[in-house]
């Protein structure tokens, strides 16, 4: 026996030590983690570099460029020529623009306008992910309630089938009463299983949006607090103010139009001259024995330009083509607005929601527990009947479920509203515009009370 009881030891010590070793974040600690792991974040933070790499290429339009160019080849002898059979050319050339037509100005700007709007699409993806974080900790806190909620259902029916059960014995009840509370048990607990799997469900889509790689069974970190709720008033006109003017992706999408403007101008740019000096140094061969030596060497001096004078239209596509980005840019920019103050109302729309179903179930959720224990009373006393407690304990376990997802929905719409507006999210938990007392803006329903009667 002491191998076996060594061995049970051992993994009963690994999993204690397991659980302790496992991480506790609090929803601001999530979030942080989240902008330091998360794969989306990490994209967009590479698409600000590829920006800043757009715009060292496009600056080198002003420096000198140095180009190194060479060529050799051996011709076949041919008997009724008396040129040299090889051909050779090495230079080393200078190269620096004198006038471009405004091409250099507009690819630079171009390229910073880039790097601004990758910057902007870069806090967007921040503020959604940090969303998304908020999210989904309030999901799993709501899920991990809702199992206290359900396992306080199942020990309520376990004793009144328990209790049914000696009443029979005492032959004072008959056989109907425990199916029934047989029944009433058997579809609850279901209910628990549900809860607990998607708890489950909630610890895998927070560890998806932490950047963390989390067991199939296991959680690989626990989640600190509760569901509280924080009432709050907001002025829709300010929300979508702010959110018009605050918003990164209102602002990428002017950077859109601002970048179809300095585009036209590269375009444009290929109707004017380009001028250029060179400077270079040359090696190269004389072919004909008659003109001079073999090898020759020297330095160059020069001056080049180009102008298309006719180019088969294609700038003028080009143009055309520039014109209609343009065009779709400002029309993105319109529904994006649009887009995003439909978003604020619908998140008003929520919380009103939110508000109204706290508001009816508050006082609710205590007079279906004293519901309950009349119940108890009455039958006690012959005056009910066992549906009578049935339903109560239903009614409790509804009301006090409905109550939480008001809560769930009330803490999530405020940070949508955050994301909306633009504003940092952990500002609106604490904004200092609630009507309530401080010691009365919280009503916490995540742990339900160890009697149902209990306020």
């Not at 041919?78 to 230079?91: A, I």
């Not at 004909?288 to 596509?317: C, M, Q």
């Amino acid at each position: 026996m002491r191998p076996g009881f060594y061995v049970i030891a051992l993994l009963c010590s690994l999993a204690i030590v397991g659980q302790a070793a496992r991480p506790n974040y609090g929803i601001e600690a999530a979030v942080a983690l989240a902008k330091k792991q998360n794969l989306e974040i990490a994209i967009a933070r590479k698409q600000i570099e590829a920006g800043r790499g757009g715009l060292v290429e496009a600056r080198s339009g002003y420096l000198p460029s140095l180009v190194s160019t060479g060529l050799i080849d051996k011709r076949e002898h041919q008997d009724d020529t008396r040129l040299r059979d090889e051909d050779y050319n090495v230079s080393l050339r200078l190269q620096q623009n004198v006038y471009t037509g405004g091409a250099v100005p507009s690819q630079v700007a171009i390229a910073r306008l880039n790097i601004e709007k990758q910057d902007y699409l870069f806090q967007e993806v921040v503020s959604r992910v940090a969303m998304d974080v908020r999210v989904a900790f309030y999901e799993l806190l709501l899920n991990r309630a809702k199992i206290r909620v359900r396992e306080d259902s199942v020990r309520v029916l376990e004793e009144e089938l328990k209790t049914q059960q000696e009443r029979l014995k005492a032959g004072t009840v008959g056989t109907l009463n425990v199916e029934r509370a047989q029944v009433a048990l058997a579809n609850e607990r279901p209910e628990l299983i549900n809860a607990q799997t998607q708890l489950k469900n909630s610890y895998l889509r927070l560890a998806e949006l932490m950047g963390m790689n989390v067991a199939a069974s296991v959680p690989s970190f626990e989640a600190a607090g509760q569901l509280e709720y924080h009432a709050q008033h907001f002025d829709l006109n300010e929300c979508l103010a702010g959110a018009d003017a605050n918003r990164p992706e209102i602002k990428a999408r002017q950077k859109d139009i601002e970048i179809e403007d300095k585009q036209y101008a590269l375009d444009q740019s290929e109707l004017r001259p380009h001028i250029g000096l060179f400077s270079a140094y040359e090696i190269y061969n004389e072919r004909d024995p008659d003109v001079g030596r073999e090898f020759n060497h020297g330095y160059l001096v020069g001056i080049s330009g180009t102008w298309h004078v006719f180019d088969g239209f294609a700038t003028k596509g080009r143009l055309q083509a520039t014109r209609a980005r343009r065009d779709a840019a400002v029309q993105a920019l319109e529904a994006t607005r649009r887009r995003i103050a439909s978003e604020v109302r619908s998140v008003f729309f929520d919380l009103e929601q939110a508000d109204r179903i706290l508001e009816a179930e508050t006082k609710n959720v205590q007079t279906a527990a004293d519901s309950l224990q009349f119940a108890k009373a009455n039958l006690a006393a012959g005056l009910g009947t066992q549906l009578d407690i049935l339903q109560a304990a239903s009614d409790v376990t509804r009301t006090q479920t409905t109550r939480l997802s008001a809560i769930y929905l009330h803490d999530a719409a405020l940070a949508r509203l955050a994301r909306a507006c633009a504003w940092p999210p952990e500002s609106i938990g604490s904004e200092p515009n609630s009507d309530a007392p401080a010691k009365n803006r919280i009503f916490n329903l995540a742990h339900p009370p160890a009697k149902l009667n209990q306020r």
